[in-house]
Every structure is written in structure tokens, then in C-alpha cells.
């Protein structure tokens, strides 16, 4: 199971996961990759809701194929 999230690190640096119920109690294995987020300014957004859907779909199509 992988389970992402973007998050904001606070000034404490310290973070609290919550898990999905689905997940069973006991001994598991957890990795956490810090990877740069780039800066608001360098993001590029869609110039509209239906370039913006497309590339959802597209990507959620993606996401399920590899899955199986």
C-alpha cells in the first residue's frame, strides 16, 4: 500500500501520521521520502478546468493500471 501526501514541515520539523483503518495493527515496514516541492511561482497551472480534468483523468487511468 502507498500512501502520499504533500505536507508543510513545520519550524519543529516534527510530524503526526495518522493511519487508514485498513491498515492492520502489528510490525510494518514504513519509508519516508523527503522530496522537494518546487516553489509556488514554479508550478504551472492549467490555462482551464478542461485542460485540468483531462490530466486528471489521464493520470487516475494511469494510477489504476499500474495498480493491477
Known amino acids: 500500500m502507498t500512501i502520499e501526501q504533500t505536507i508543510e514541515i513545520p519550524a519543529s520539523r ?11 495493527a502489528g510490525k510494518a515496514r514504513i519509508a519516508i521520502n523527503i522530496l522537494e ?5 514554479e508550478i504551472e497551472a492549467f490555462s482551464d ?3 485540468a480534468t483531462e490530466f486528471a483523468t489521464r493520470l487516475s487511468k494511469k494510477m489504476i493500471h499500474e495498480a493491477w
Do not use: K
Open 37 to 41: 516541492c518546487p516553489c509556488v511561482d
Open 49 to 51: 478546468e478542461n485542460e
Open 14 to 24: 516534527r510530524i503526526y501520521i495518522d493511519l487508514p483503518s485498513q491498515i492492520p
